[in-house]
Antibody
Framework: EVQLVESGGGLVQPGRSLRLSCAAS????????MHWVRQAPGKGLEWVSG????????GYADSVKGRFTISRDNGKNSLFLQVNSLRTEDTALYYC??????????????WGQGTMVTVSS | SYELTQPPSVSVSPGQTASITCSGD??????ACWYQQKPGQSPVLIIY???KRPSGIPERFSGSNSGNTATLTISGTQAMDEADYYC?????????FGTGTKVTVL
């Protein structure tokens, strides 16, 4: 079964950091680009970041550029998102999603259940 | 920055056809895809590359994309199709999601 399982979310104060993880199984992880997408409570979807199959190419939404860092460990079938300098507007459910292509620019055909990040003092 | 605009809501009677539009500058020159999200669930890809359906997605879902508008059509709408729908496109080295449309099956 193709599966993505996120972890690492929680309640954190503004300005602090978290590291989100996504464990992949059921497919050849290093054949595909991967992404993080978030959804604030009651709001729509927002693409956050993406990474190519080998980690050589990364991209970020303007809203997180310079604060978030995406990475992957193909040996451990894992995707990560280091989130620094958190703001209240970063409060959201963070989804890990698989791309349909190795390089990104495809659709997101597999999604995890999400990990909640709440930024509040 | 690139924007994709959808109507906030669409209502449809069971068995009828629902059409959801997604508007963006020269969207027809890009690939559009569509996601369905039911309350409390993760999004599900239902259309990619404008009009392709992933395996397991019912044939009643179809897509088109031309000019500035992509359209998701649900033919013979069923009660189970009540959900939020989002379009998405790749533009200027980032992904952009549409504003989302809530489909209500009356």
């Amino acid at each position: 079964e193709v599966q993505l399982v996120e972890s690492g979310g929680g309640l954190v104060q503004p300005g602090r950091s978290l590291r989100l993880s996504c464990a992949a199984s059921g497919f050849t992880f290093d054949d595909y680009a991967m992404h993080w997408v978030r959804q604030a409570p009651g709001k729509g979807l927002e693409w956050v970041s993406g990474i190519s199959w080998n980690g050589a190419v990364t991209g970020y939404a303007d809203s997180v550029k310079g604060r978030f860092t995406i990475s992957r460990d193909n040996g451990k079938n894992s995707l990560f998102l280091q989130v620094n300098s958190l703001r209240t507007e970063d409060t959201a459910l963070y989804y890990c999603a698989k791309d349909t292509t190795p390089t990104g620019e495809g659709a997101h055909d597999v999604w995890g259940q999400g990990t909640m990040v709440t930024v509040s003092s | 920055s690139y924007e994709l605009t959808q109507p906030p809501s669409v209502s449809v009677s069971p068995g009828q056809t629902a059409s959801i539009t997604c508007s963006g500058d020269k969207l027809g020159a890009k690939y559009a895809c569509w996601y369905q999200q039911k309350p409390g669930q993760s999004p599900v890809l239902i259309i990619y590359q404008d009009n392709k359906r992933p395996s397991g997605i019912p044939e009643r879902f179809s897509g088109s994309n031309s000019g500035n508008t992509a359209t998701l059509t649900i033919s013979g709408t069923q009660a189970m199709d009540e959900a939020d729908y989002y379009c998405q496109a790749w533009a200027s080295s980032t992904y952009v999601f549409g504003t989302g449309t809530k489909v209500t099956v009356l």
